[in-house]
């Protein structure tokens, strides 16, 4: 086979697997509809469970994943205004906003742009314990209070 033609079959495949990730990834917009806003969930992580015939020490438990889902639509808030959070929790934040804006979480120091048609997303373990405040920057408009509790 001649090299040009491996590198034909090789662009190909990428172009070809480019495709089918655009195509086939889930869509962060809401076709339309609001998202409701929603308390912190608990998103269990799959572990291992060994069977009682297996020996040896028993996996760690995985860390609880909690999503914070916060919608900000026409000059408001839109949900509840504190959220609590178990102190070694890994967080997941998405703000929905119809502005264009940074999304802040002080204390962590952690940011993300969010737009009418992209939300902003913050993921980060959830290790100080206190009182966060997360806010849209330039708008200087409190989002929401993170307690994270030990």
Known sequence: MKPWARWAIVGGTV???TVLFVLLRPDDTTDGASPTPS???PIESPSENPSP??????P???PTVTLIDVTYRNGAVQGPTRYPVTQGDDVRIVVHADVSDEVHLHGYDLSDDVTPD???RIEFVADA???YECELESA???LFQLEIVP
């Open 118 to 120: 992209r939300p902003a």
């Open 129 to 131: 314990a206190g009182v």
């Open 15 to 17: 172009v070809g697997l």
């Open 39 to 41: 308390t912190p969930t």
């Open 53 to 58: 015939t297996q020996e040896g020490p028993s």
């Open 140 to 142: 200087e408009t409190l």
């Open 60 to 62: 760690s438990p995985e």
